[in-house]
């Protein structure tokens, strides 16, 4: 007889697994927030200091209260996946595999995230003119998009740059060297590069508005994001069928935090 108990935690550890390793905003996000999530609508807090005041030493020291900052993210985003099986013992011996039905449902729970994550490029603190981008103006572009961040003192290693595929192209056609053995993130490719100066991630879930790709630059401080995989659960046999059924739920949430810490680069594809 099937133990469904741990078939359910191999499941939820498999999407967990997964989003860990592919999900971008578990990447480019702030992370580290305080607080349980137990289904949708809860509210988690990120918490921080404001910044002290620096002032001319003349021979004594003030000391001066810095105050807690927080932020309360609501988690408002429910996501659900459901499928019949035959046999869970061959589902079971599946997991893991590329093409097993579990990672399939964690892939399409990650795009769905990060989709919602970039859809927020409406509250960057700042707006690119539209640019139809080249191989010769690409890096002029990447350039613009590092100024204005480091016009709001974020530094090289705190960048981070989420590009659609065919920019990537570009980038490459212009001489970028990628090291795509840093992991496995959007499309399969992550680079820091000495030309750049940032890290750059390749996603097919960046926004689209007006015919045009909403490419998002930012700090690991911009954007918020806090997720928890809920009751994954085998029925033990459908109403009015032999079958047997796998369900599961992600709850998240997103909100941008430092918007002057976030750019946004509306793109559209010119000739090589």
Excluded at 113 to 124: C, E, I, M, P
Excluded at 182 to 202: I, K, M, R, S
Aim: with cysteine; hydrophobic share 40%; charged share 25%.
């Amino acid at each position: 007889m099937a133990n469904y108990n741990s078939i359910e935690k191999i499941i939820s550890a498999e999407i967990i697994r997964s989003n860990e390793d592919n999900l971008l905003a578990n990447t480019v996000c702030n992370t580290s927030f305080v607080g349980d999530i137990k289904n949708k609508g809860d509210a988690v807090t990120f918490v921080g200091l404001n910044d002290p005041a620096v002032y001319d030493y003349e021979g004594e020291l003030t000391y001066e209260d810095v105050n807690d900052s927080a932020t309360t993210l609501y988690v408002d985003q429910d996501k659900a996946f459901s499928f019949k099986v035959k046999d869970l013992d061959e589902l079971r011996s599946c997991i893991g595999l590329a093409d097993s039905q579990t990672r399939r449902a964690s892939y399409l729970l990650r795009n769905e995230a990060d989709a919602y994550v970039f859809g927020l490029y409406g509250d960057a603190g700042t707006k690119l003119t539209d640019t139809t981008v080249t191989s010769d103006n690409v890096l002029s572009l990447v350039a613009s998009v590092k100024q204005k961040l480091e016009e709001q003192n974020v530094p090289d290693g705190r960048i981070w740059i989420v590009v659609p595929p065919f920019v990537k192209a570009k980038l490459l056609l212009a001489g970028v060297k990628f090291q795509i053995n840093n992991g496995v993130h959007g499309t399969g490719a992550v680079g820091f590069t000495d030309e750049l100066g940032c890290d750059v991630y390749v996603s097919n879930q960046l926004a689209v508005a007006g015919g045009k790709t909403m490419m998002l630059a930012g700090s690991y401080s911009a954007i918020a994001y806090a997720e928890q995989v809920l009751e994954t659960q085998v029925i033990d046999r459908m109403e009015k069928s032999f079958d047997k059924a796998v369900r599961g739920r992600l709850v998240f949430g997103a909100k941008v935090i430092r918007p002057k810490e976030l750019v946004c680069a509306p793109v559209t594809e010119g000739d090589n």
